[in-house]
C-alpha cells in the first residue's frame, strides 16, 4: 500500500519570523553518507571487494592553516583543505567553497561524488574538492583576495593543469579564480590558465560557464519530462538555493514560461502560487542580498524547513547536503527530485522515496552541467582556441542527454533507481580503469 502523508505547509507572513537559523553544518556526516551510497550500489553490481576497497578510500587529503592580516592590523589563521579522491581516469577536477561550515569529511564526501559524476559523464577527469572553512561576507574584497592567494600558495603543489583543476563552488566566484590562476601563473613564471575554470572570459574563461550547471539541470528536465510524459510548460516548481545553480535554473525557467512558485536563500524562502517574477528577484537579489528582506511584493515568506515540503511537481534543491531526510521524506509533495546541489538527498530518504514513487534524478546526473563546461573551458585553454555558445551549448547537450539516456536504460533494465544506475555506470568505468593501469608498484 502506498502511503501518503500530507503536511500543511506553515506559512508566516512576518519576516521578523525568519531568522538566519539554518545550520551550516549537517546533522549527517556527508563522507559516510557518500560511502554508504556507494556501498549500496557495490553490492547490487557484486563489485570486487579490492575494487570496492580501493575506491572507497581517498587519494589524498591536505590541510593548510592560512594565515591573513586583516585589515584592521590583527592576524586570523582560516583552515582550508584540497582533496583528491581518485586520479585513475584523469587529473583531480571539482569546486572550491568557501563555508564556515566546512569541514574535511564534508570536502572527502564532495570529491568522491566529483569522481562519480567525471566518470559517468565520461570525461577524463578525477574527482577532487577544496574548502575553506570561511564566512567570506565578513570579509572585506583585500581580506578576501589575500585568503585566496594564501591558500593557492599553501596548495600550490597538488594542483596545476595536469594534477587537479579547482573551480567556483558554493561562495566562490570567477574573480576567485582569477586570484588562483595568479598567484599560480606568477610561481611558474607565465601564464596558466588551464589551471582553473570558472575564470572571467578576459582571462581564459569560457562562455556559458557561469550559466552552464542551471543550463545542465534544464536540459535533464526536459528529457526526464519526456521520459514521464509531463507538460513541462505546465508544472509548478520549488527550488531551494538561489545562487549560482538555483539562480540560473530558476532564470532559465521563468523565460521558457515554466512556474517557479517558491525559492530560497539561507535566510528562508518566498512563495506565490501563481508563481514568482524572477527576473525581478533576481535583479534585487545581486542589488540587495537575502530575500528575507524582499517586500515589494506580496510573497508568503516560508523557512527553508517549509519551503521543501510545498506541494509541487518538480522540487530542485540547490542549496547544502542533508536536506532531504528520513525526517522529511514523508512529507515531501511533488513527482520528481531534480538535485542542482551535491548530496542533498540521504540514503534513507533515497528509500522513503522510492518506496513513494518519487523519481530522484541523482545530483552526479542533474547538476554535470558545471563540471562538463568546465571541461570544455580546460580544454579551450589547453588549446589556445575558444568556442562560440552555441557549440558550448550543443555540447553540453549532447554530453547529459547521453548520459540521461544511458542512466535511464540501465535503471529500467535492472530495476534500479536513476542513482543506483548511474553509479554502476561511473563506478564500472572506474573498475575497468583500475584493472587496466594495474595497481602501483
Ligand atoms: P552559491 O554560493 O552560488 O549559492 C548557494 C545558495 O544556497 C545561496 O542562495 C545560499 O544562500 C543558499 N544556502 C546556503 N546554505 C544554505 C542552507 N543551509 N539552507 C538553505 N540555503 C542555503 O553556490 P552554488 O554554486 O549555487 O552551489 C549550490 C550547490 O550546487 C552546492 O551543493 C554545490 O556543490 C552544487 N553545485 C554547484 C555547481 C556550480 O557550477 N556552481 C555545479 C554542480 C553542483
Known amino acids: 500500500m502506498k502511503i501518503i502523508y500530507k503536511k500543511l505547509v506553515v506559512l508566516t507572513e512576518k519576516v521578523e519570523d525568519l531568522e538566519i537559523k539554518e545550520s551550516t553544518k549537517p546533522d549527517k556526516n556527508p563522507f559516510e553518507m557518500a560511502k554508504m551510497q556507494f556501498d549500496i550500489v557495490a553490492e547490487k553490481m557484486g563489485l570486487d571487494e579490492n575494487i570496492s576497497k580501493y575506491l572507497k578510500r581517498i587519494e589524498r587529503s591536505l590541510i593548510v592553516s592560512i594565515p591573513i592580516i586583516m585589515d584592521n592590523g590583527d592576524l586570523e589563521v582560516f583552515e582550508g583543505y584540497r582533496v583528491h579522491h581518485s586520479t585513475v581516469r584523469g587529473p583531480g577536477k571539482g569546486g572550491l567553497r568557501y563555508s ?81 590562476m595568479d598567484v599560480y601563473s606568477m610561481q611558474k613564471g607565465k601564464s596558466v590558465p588551464g589551471v582553473v575554470t570558472g575564470k572571467p572570459i578576459e582571462i581564459g574563461g569560457s562562455v556559458g560557464r557561469e550559466t552552464a550547471t542551471g543550463r545542465g539541470l534544464y536540459f535533464i528536465l526536459q528529457a526526464i519530462c519526456e521520459k514521464l510524459d509531463l507538460d513541462l510548460k505546465s508544472l509548478k516548481i520549488v527550488i531551494q538555493g538561489f545562487g549560482n545553480v538555483g539562480g540560473n535554473i530558476a532564470k532559465i525557467l521563468y523565460e521558457e514560461g515554466v512556474k517557479v512558485i517558491a525559492v530560497s536563500d539561507i535566510s528562508g524562502g518566498l512563495f506565490d502560487e501563481q508563481g514568482l517574477n524572477i527576473k525581478e528577484l533576481l535583479e534585487w537579489r545581486d542589488k540587495n542580498g537575502l530575500l528575507k528582506d524582499f517586500y515589494e511584493r506580496d510573497y508568503f515568506f516560508v523557512s527553508n524547513k517549509d519551503l521543501l515540503e510545498i506541494k509541487c511537481d518538480v522540487l530542485i534543491p540547490a542549496s547544502i547536503e542533508n536536506q532531504i531526510t528520513e525526517s522529511n521524506a514523508y512529507n515531501l509533495d511533488c513527482k520528481v527530485i531534480l538535485e542542482g546541489a551535491n548530496g542533498p538527498t540521504t540514503p534513507e530518504a533515497d528509500e522513503i522515496l522510492e518506496r513513494r514513487e518519487i523519481i530522484v534524478v541523482p545530483d552526479i546526473l542533474a547538476n554535470a552541467g558545471g563540471v562538463c563546461v568546465s571541461y570544455f573551458e580546460y580544454v579551450q585553454d589547453l588549446q589556445s582556441y575558444f568556442w562560440k555558445l552555441d557549440r558550448i551549448n550543443q555540447e553540453l547537450r549532447n554530453i547529459m542527454i547521453e ?20 553509479y554502476m555506470i561511473a563506478i564500472s568505468r572506474l573498475k575497468k580503469a583500475i584493472e587496466l593501469r594495474g595497481i602501483f608498484p
Open 403 to 422: 548520459a540521461f539516456e544511458e542512466v535511464y536504460k540501465i535503471s529500467n533494465e535492472k530495476k534500479v533507481t536513476l542513482r543506483i544506475a548511474a
Open 100 to 180: 564556515e561550515g566546512v569541514f574535511l569529511d564534508e570536502v572527502k564526501a564532495l570529491a568522491m561524488w566529483m569522481t562519480w559524476k567525471n566518470s559517468l559523464l565520461n570525461l577524463p577527469l578525477g574527482g577532487a574538492k577544496g574548502g575553506v572553512c570561511v564566512d567570506p561576507s565578513k570579509l572585506s574584497k583585500k581580506e578576501l583576495e589575500r585568503l585566496t592567494r594564501r591558500f593557492t600558495a599553501e596548495i600550490i603543489n597538488v594542483i596545476g593543469p595536469d594534477i587537479d583543476i579547482p573551480a567556483p563552488d558554493i561562495n566562490t566566484n570567477p574573480q576567485i579564480m582569477a586570484w588562483i
